[in-house]
Nanobody, 115 residues
Framework: QVQLVESGGGLVQAGGSLRLSCAIS????????IDWYRQALGKPRERVAR???????EYADSVKGRFTISREKPLNMVYLQMNSLKPEDKAIYYC?????????WGQGTQVIVSS
């Protein structure tokens, strides 16, 4: 079992920044890849960032150059630094891991970007 708890969402003006955090209930040394997804109203959930191992990262084209994913293994934490936020970044953001042949999701944290 893995529990994920996201935090750090909120309301921000366009151009602003937010840092999302994901607390993971078990040691992440055995979890290779951790993702941030988002889901906007009426749209499918999409992956925005992934971290593999300690420092291999992947990003959706829509956030490349603006978002940065990172992890602190000893603290079992994963972060998503979001800069230059746009109104289209408004969504619920979810932390995700695939571990022991199943998917785990957090409850999500809402990000609202005002224009």
């Amino acid at each position: 079992q893995v529990q994920l708890v996201e935090s750090g969402g909120g309301l921000v003006q366009a151009g602003g920044s937010l840092r999302l955090s994901c607390a993971i209930s078990r040691s992440t040394f055995s979890i290779n890849a951790i993702d941030w997804y988002r889901q906007a109203l009426g749209k499918p959930r999409e992956r925005v960032a992934r971290i593999i191992g300690d420092d291999i990262t992947e990003y959706a084209d829509s956030v490349k150059g603006r978002f940065t994913i990172s992890r602190e293994k000893p603290l079992n934490m994963v972060y998503l630094q979001m800069n230059s936020l746009k109104p289209e970044d408004k969504a619920i953001y979810y932390c995700h891991v695939y571990f022991s042949v199943r998917d785990y999701w957090g409850q999500g944290t809402q990000v609202i970007v005002s224009s």
